[in-house]
Nanobody, 115 residues
Framework: QVQLVESGGGLVQAGGSLRLSCAASGIRFSFYAMNWYRQAPGKEREAVAG???????NYADSVMGRFAISRDNAKNTVYLQMNSLKPEDTAVYYCKAQFGGAHYWGQGTQVTVSS
């Protein structure tokens, strides 16, 4: 079975930091592009950050300069370092693995940023 297990979410004050982790199993992790999405209540799911198999990264404009995605292929894990958090970052954050037409999603982890 394919499993993406997220951790690291929680409550944080505005201006604070969190690091999310997503540990993958059941896939050849190094073959997959990894992405973080988020979904706030009443909003559509939004792409936040991505990292290619070669380490190229991309970010939503709203998080650029504040968030950093990274991957550790030896640990089959992708990370999202979130700094300078804002209340509008509050959402459920989801990890996604993608290789061609194959897409796998994590269960989501709640991030709440208080003002």
């Amino acid at each position: 079975q394919v499993q993406l297990v997220e951790s690291g979410g929680g409550l944080v004050q505005a201006g604070g930091s969190l690091r999310l982790s997503c540990a993958a199993s059941g896939i050849r992790f190094s073959f997959y592009a990894m992405n973080w999405y988020r979904q706030a209540p009443g909003k559509e799911r939004e792409a936040v950050a991505g990292i290619s198999t070669g380490g190229a990264t991309n970010y939503a404009d709203s998080v650029m300069g504040r968030f950093a995605i990274s991957r550790d292929n030896a640990k089959n894990t992708v990370y999202l370092q979130m700094n300078s958090l804002k209340p509008e970052d509050t959402a459920v954050y989801y990890c996604k693995a993608q290789f061609g037409g194959a897409h796998y999603w994590g269960q989501g982890t709640q991030v709440t940023v208080s003002s």
